[in-house]
């Protein structure tokens, strides 16, 4: 008996198909926020009064606008760059409390026996002071200060210089200066 071979039924070419087109939602949102609302408006404020850069505050919330778009409504809006002179000005004074904080912190690391804290007699623990937690310190002090004494320089800033000018139409002049040399009395003992 011969053996013979059924032929195999051809397979259908296989043929690909054309991805879904997926239908975007024309009122979704993309992007960052442009439009300017109280409640945002109110968050950038904060941000700045709380001492944070303007940077850190739109780069850490998704919901405001770019940092660009913000200097773009201080350009134009009026009322709003008013606000915000306003909180620069809370953000020396809080930028002056955060340096008396930082001045009152303990600086350094607790004695540690075996990985135990010692503490002293009222239960905190013992610090040891090291130089380079002294030097960030006082670089966070006076980074402070220098901030606070340019954000509000009446009150934080160092001594004025009092400046006399005249006004345009009538500036002080110079009209004479004269040198007198006055002899200094003698006290005459011997009369």
Not at 143 to 171: H, I, V
Request: with cysteine.
């Amino acid at each position: 008996m011969a053996v013979t071979k059924k032929a195999k039924p051809k397979a259908k070419p296989k043929t690909k198909k054309a991805p879904k087109k997926v239908v975007k939602n024309p009122k979704a949102k993309m992007g960052r926020p442009t439009k300017k609302t109280k409640a945002i408006e109110a968050k950038i404020l904060d941000g700045v009064a709380a001492g944070y850069s303007m940077r850190k505050i739109c780069t850490e919330d998704d919901g405001l606008p770019s940092s660009r778009t913000i200097w773009e409504w201080l350009n134009e809006d009026d009322e709003f760059s008013r606000k915000y002179g306003l909180a620069k000005e809370e953000c020396a004074d809080f930028l002056a409390e955060e340096s008396m904080e930082i001045a009152d912190s303990q600086v350094g690391n607790p004695l540690e026996i075996d990985g135990v804290a010692i503490l002293d007699k009222e239960g905190k623990p013992i610090m040891i002071v090291d130089g380079p937690a002294v030097s960030h310190a006082k670089l966070r002090i006076d980074t402070r200060k220098w901030y606070a004494s340019k954000l509000k320089p009446k009150k934080f800033g160092e001594a004025q210089l009092l400046k006399l000018a005249g006004d345009e139409d009538n500036p002080i002049r110079v009209e004479k200066i004269e040198r007198v040399i006055v002899k200094p009395k003698t006290t005459d003992t011997n009369s």
